[in-house]
């Protein structure tokens, strides 16, 4: 299963950025799906993700109140709409489909676990400059 986030890039603190992902339309419609990042030097965190059906979502403390996840499935789509950016947020950003547990994950209101997601997509680096 091939994944692909895009929409990275280099803005100021404060700024905006929209994160998309894009893969097989079965694979999308059908799983959540998450969004994780990694700094240098530091693991790979789960910030958001988005249930198979019904949309709903999670979101990590570091993130609440600033990203919006959201599905375009006519397009297999999955965004990640990034606003008031903060050097903090400065990493490889990454889509990935999950499994069975993951989309209960989500219902239940927890934010997205590595384990919990089997198929990958290259990342997308997203800088923030103070």
């Known amino acids: 299963v091939q994944l692909q986030a895009s929409g990275g890039g280099l803005v100021q603190a404060g700024g905006s950025l929209r994160l998309s992902c894009q893969g097989p339309?079965?694979?999308?419609?059908?799983?959540?799906i998450g969004w994780f990042r990694q700094a240098p030097g530091k693991e790979r965190e789960g910030i958001s993700s988005i249930s198979s059906s019904d949309n709903k979502t999670t979101y990590s403390n570091s993130v609440k109140g600033r990203f919006t996840i959201s599905r375009d499935n006519d397009n297999n789509l999955v965004y990640l709409q990034m606003n008031n950016l903060e050097p903090e947020d400065t990493g490889v950003y990454y889509c990935?489909?999950?499994?069975?547990?993951?989309?209960?994950?989500?219902?239940?209101?927890?934010?997205?676990?590595?384990?919990?997601?089997?198929?990958w997509g290259r990342g997308t680096q997203v800088t923030v400059s103070s």
């Open positions: 990935a489909i999950g499994s069975v547990s993951a989309d209960y994950s989500v219902r239940i209101g927890a934010p997205p676990e590595r384990l919990e997601y089997d198929h």
């Open positions: 339309g079965p694979f999308l419609k059908g799983r959540a």
